[in-house]
């Protein structure tokens, strides 16, 4: 006896009709939602000027950005997660910079001043439209939230992605493929390189920075973010690359952003990093540190040195 079928509801919606009406849903949820996350960051009074666009800006702050998963397999404390969190959030609501990619706005505003004496830019929206910054030869690689938006109108500025299944160098979309391994441009090809969230998903640190090293300019620099967590004392490979380029995994593997989800984590940065950066050949800075619990967003400079000039030698006349 065939299965009776049940009966169809007067309400129900037809496919066609959900499929038509679920885009609109979605946006009309994500909006409700950014109007509460807007509401709660004006509530709570977090207001800042955003380095990045230059307006005054609601901070919205999203602590599921961190998901449980990742605190789990990371081994996050309650409190490095919410200050993982900031990190990856604290948006400003009018270009959507996260505060690491304010943080390195701002560094950006300091190392390469702009703009007259008595009114240097305070952004990098105004930043960008001065002649000395543009004739800049900048490398961005992986997008920044918020900042790719202005280092991508600039004259001289190169951004790129990485994508396995394309060739080093070639064109996509509009886009170009690069490899931080083994970048396909000339030597130093640029006077500032930026990169954000990076360097930690690289199979081979020391080639990349001997690559970002190579294509920089005598005192050009490397600006970037990099996960550093306090209390690691060395930094240490999680997995690896095998001569058959099978990956193998030295510690429980853990993806960004979703723990499981997301791009292989291939190091676990410690206090030794810096010097790590400075046996590579560069000079190093750590801004907004060291890291701390409640403050994960710091900003490495790392800078190529100039070559020393020789000093003419004095010579005494004889005298005949």
């Known amino acids: ?47 800042e000027r955003c380095d990045v666009c230059g307006r005054a800006t609601p901070v919205v702050h999203r602590a599921w950005v961190i998901p449980p998963r990742l605190v789990e397999l990371w081994g996050l404390s309650t409190e490095l997660a919410s200050a993982l969190a900031h990190k990856e959030s604290d948006l400003c609501v009018w270009c959507g910079a996260k505060r690491r990619g304010r943080r390195l706005a701002r560094t950006l505003l300091d190392l390469y001043p702009a703009g007259a004496s008595a009114r240097p830019a305070t952004s990098i929206a105004a930043w960008i439209r001065d002649p000395a910054i543009a004739a800049l030869d900048i490398l961005e690689v992986n997008a920044v939230d918020g900042l790719h938006a202005y280092l991508s109108r600039m004259p001289r500025a190169v951004a790129t992605e990485f994508d396995a299944d394309a060739p080093a160098g070639a064109v996509r979309n509009g886009v170009r493929n690069e490899d931080l391994t083994r970048l396909t441009f000339a030597d130093a090809s640029f006077d500032l390189v930026v990169t954000s969230e990076t360097l930690e998903h690289v199979p081979n640190l020391e080639r990349a920075l001997s690559e970002i090293r190579r294509v920089l300019r005598p005192g050009g620099r490397h600006v970037f973010t990099t996960p550093l967590m306090p209390g690691v004392p060395a930094t240490y ?5 095998g001569s058959d380029g099978e990956i193998l995994h030295f510690a429980t593997p853990i993806r960004h952003p979703g723990g ?3 791009y292989l984590v291939f190091y676990e940065f410690g206090a030794d990093f810096p010097s790590i950066l400075a046996a ?13 619990d409640e403050d994960l967003a710091q900003v490495f ?11 003419p030698i004095a010579t005494t006349a004889r005298r005949t």
């Not at 590579?280 to 701390?292: I, T």
């Not at 400079?301 to 000093?311: D, H, Q």
């Open 1 to 47: 006896m065939p299965s009776a079928v049940p009966p169809r509801s007067r309400f129900a919606v037809p496919q066609t009709l959900k499929r038509l009406l679920l885009p609109s849903w979605n946006r009309g949820h994500w909006f409700l939602r950014r109007v509460v996350e807007i509401a709660e960051a004006v509530l709570r009074r977090r207001f």
């Open 237 to 241: 490979a999680r997995a690896g690359v």
């Open 260 to 262: 499981d989800v997301g």
């Open 280 to 292: 590579s050949g560069f000079e190093v800075e750590v801004r907004y540190g060291p890291p701390r």
């Open 301 to 311: 400079v790392t800078r190529v040195p100039r070559p020393l000039t020789a000093l």
